[in-house]
Structures are given as C-alpha cells and as structure tokens.
C-alpha cells in the first residue's frame, strides 16, 4: 500500500510507462493539518512509481497550486495522465482558485517529457462548464460548481479524445443533477464541450468516473456519499454499463460495488486481470489517507464487478 507518514492520500490515478512501472498520481495533503476535513484546500498532486502496484517509491510532486493570482492557485485535484501520439505524457487535473474561494472548479493541463518533471500548459484552464447543459455555480443549488476529475482516453475508433468529467446538469431537482460530463479533442489541446453522456438519476454527483472494458463488457465506475446517492442509499461506490465506452450510460441503472473500504478507486488492467485501487478513508471511526493494495475483480453479468482471487505478492519499486 501507500502510505506517507506526514501527508495523507487520497484520490489517485495510474499510468504504465515504456518499462513496465507503475506511476501513481494522487492527491496529497500534511497531516500537520491535524483535521482530515481541511486536506481539500492544501492539495497538491503527489506522484510515486511501484513495479508490482504495491511497494511504492515516492517521487517529486507532479503540481503543486499555481502562484496568485491564478485560476488554480488555491489546489490542484484529481485528474488522469494519458500519453499522446507524440510520445508526451499529458496530466489532465482540476484547479480551483482563491479568487472564488475554491468553489468553481476547472480543468487544466500539465505536459511532460518524463513523466517527472511536469509544465502546465498555459496560464488558463483548459476547459470550463458551458451553461448550454451544465449547471454553473448556484449556492441556492450546490455547494460548488461541479466540473472537476477528468478521466481522458483515445476514442476506440481513433476518432480523437473523449473526457469524462464529475458535472451536474443545469434541470431538475437541486439535489438530483449528476451527470456525466463530456468533451472531446482532436489532439488533447483543444477541447468541446459536449452535452452529457447521461441523464440525472437521483445522485447529487458521480465522482472520479473512468471507464473500461471488462471481461469484454464496457463499464463506468464512479463514486458518491451516503448524502449525495438516491434515496436512503449508503453506497459509495458504483458501476453502469453501455453498449461501448462512449456511453449513453444508464445510470438509474446502476449497481453497487461491495468495497465498502475504499473511495474513489480505479480500475487497473495488469498482467493477472483487472484491479481495483482506491484509498482508505476511515477506519475505527478515523480518517485513514492511504492508498490500498490491488483488489483483483472480473466481470459477471448477473452480479457485476466482483472480487477474485488476490494478486500474487512479488517485486518493488
């Protein structure tokens, strides 16, 4: 697992380079903050490189907030690291910044030749909501304006770029507008927003979505509290299908996921099948802040993503 003894973990996401490691990017925080609840407005974007999803060797942060005054100048969140046709590493993320007191959220874009040492791309964001379908920021509504984790990936037909995004629709019920948001790119650089790749259905949100192919059947993950999933719901994790990965997705749909343990997982194909990596948050009735082992799953129609048979322990970082 990984474990940082002065920072709490929690948010992550995982790239392969040409070498066969493992690169995590997650979202880090001191714990000289004491309260776990305050780790929000601190985070910067950690990095660390494992052989075996397991033993992990840390590595310089991959960004940190920007000076001010800037869009992101407050933290950096969760976001997904893809390479491009000209062999350059791309770090999708999302900003907030001071200037609305962290609570519109944007997404910005950090390149790099390494996979080390990252430069953002431009002093602005990258994308922003478009109130054509997207709800913007209305306290009276939200919290917050919701346009944040970025899951990018090539279009299977090579037609450019899709990314998912945590949205909410701009109709319906206040406490009911998740969706799945959506912009495509040509190139990585240039982005339209598009209108969502689903319908609200009772979520406030649905955080950290990514999306699969597993056991040849496409799947999105994504994650909610108790206070934002429908009904008397205490679920957190979930998954829907489609007929490919570009959706529509079905939320109203969608099923549960038994890993009561973790948050904001992701799903990493390896050498032994699909795995589900996510952190901890509580244990005894504490804030945890670590990211877990993998958690080996397949795909069963009647049941969904289920666990199997842990990985073999074996190799470092």
């Given at each position: 697992?990984?474990?940082?003894?002065?920072?709490?973990?929690?948010?992550?996401?995982?790239?392969?380079?040409?070498?066969?490691?493992?690169?995590?990017?997650?979202?880090?925080?001191?714990?000289?903050?004491?309260?776990?609840?305050?780790?929000?407005?601190?985070?910067?974007?950690?990095?660390?490189?494992?052989?075996?999803?397991r033993e992990w060797r840390?590595?310089?942060?991959?960004?940190?907030?920007?000076?001010?005054?800037?869009?992101?100048?407050?933290?950096?969140?969760?976001?997904?690291?893809?390479?491009?046709?000209?062999?350059?590493?791309?770090?999708?993320?999302?900003?907030?910044g001071r200037a609305e007191?962290?609570?519109?959220?944007?997404?910005?874009?950090?390149?790099?030749?390494?996979?080390?040492?990252?430069?953002?791309?431009?002093?602005?964001?990258?994308?922003?909501?478009?109130?054509?379908?997207?709800?913007?920021?209305?306290?009276?509504?939200?919290?917050?304006?919701?346009?944040?984790?970025?899951?990018?990936?090539?279009?299977?037909?090579?037609?450019?770029?899709?990314?998912?995004?945590?949205?909410?629709?701009?109709?319906?019920?206040?406490?009911?507008?998740?969706?799945?948001?959506?912009?495509?790119?040509?190139?990585?650089?240039?982005?339209?927003?598009?209108?969502?790749?689903?319908?609200?259905?009772?979520?406030?949100h649905l955080e950290v979505?990514?999306?699969?192919?597993?056991?040849?059947?496409?799947?999105?993950?994504?994650?909610?509290?108790?206070?934002?999933?429908?009904?008397?719901?205490?679920?957190?994790?979930?998954?829907?299908?489609?007929?490919?990965?570009?959706?529509?997705?079905?939320?109203?749909?969608?099923?549960?996921?038994?890993?009561?343990?973790?948050?904001?997982?992701?799903?990493?194909?390896?050498?032994?099948?699909?795995?589900?990596?996510?952190?901890?948050?509580?244990?005894?009735?504490?804030?945890?802040?670590?990211?877990?082992?993998?958690?080996?799953?397949?795909?069963?129609?009647?049941?969904?993503?289920?666990?199997?048979?842990?990985?073999?322990?074996?190799?470092?970082?």
């Open positions: 697992m990984l474990r940082l003894p002065d920072h709490w973990v929690w948010d992550s996401w995982y790239a392969q380079d040409d070498d066969g490691r493992w690169h995590a990017f997650f979202l880090r925080a001191s714990r000289a903050l004491l309260d776990p609840d305050r780790r929000h407005r601190r985070a910067t974007i950690g990095h660390a490189v494992s052989t075996d999803l840390l590595l310089p942060d991959a960004l940190v907030p920007a000076d001010s005054p800037g869009w992101d100048d407050l933290a950096t969140w969760t976001g997904s690291t893809v390479r491009g046709p000209d062999q350059r590493w791309y770090l999708f993320y999302t900003g907030v007191d962290g609570l519109v959220q944007r997404i910005g874009l950090a390149v790099s030749d390494d996979m080390v040492t990252w430069h953002r791309h431009g002093d602005t964001p990258l994308i922003e909501a478009d109130p054509t379908w997207y709800e913007l920021l209305d306290l009276d509504a939200w919290y917050e304006q919701a346009w944040r984790d970025p899951w990018v990936f090539a279009d299977p037909d090579g037609d450019g770029w899709h990314m998912l995004i945590t949205a909410r629709g701009n109709q319906g019920p206040a406490a009911e507008r998740g969706v799945v948001g959506h912009a495509t790119s040509p190139d990585l650089l240039n982005w339209t927003v598009q209108p969502p790749l689903s319908t609200p259905a009772g979520f406030g979505p990514q999306v699969a192919v597993v056991d040849g059947q496409p799947l999105l993950l994504f994650c909610t509290n108790p206070a934002t999933a429908p009904g008397d719901s205490q679920e957190r994790l979930w998954m829907a299908t489609a007929p490919t990965v570009r959706g529509p997705w079905d939320i109203a749909a969608a099923r549960p996921i038994a890993q009561p343990h973790l948050y904001a997982p992701r799903l990493v194909s390896t050498e032994d099948g699909w795995a589900l990596l996510g952190f901890v948050e509580h244990g005894d009735g504490t804030f945890v802040g670590e990211i877990s082992d993998p958690v080996p799953v397949r795909y069963e129609p009647d049941a969904g993503l289920v666990a199997r048979e842990p990985l073999p322990a074996t190799g470092g970082a």
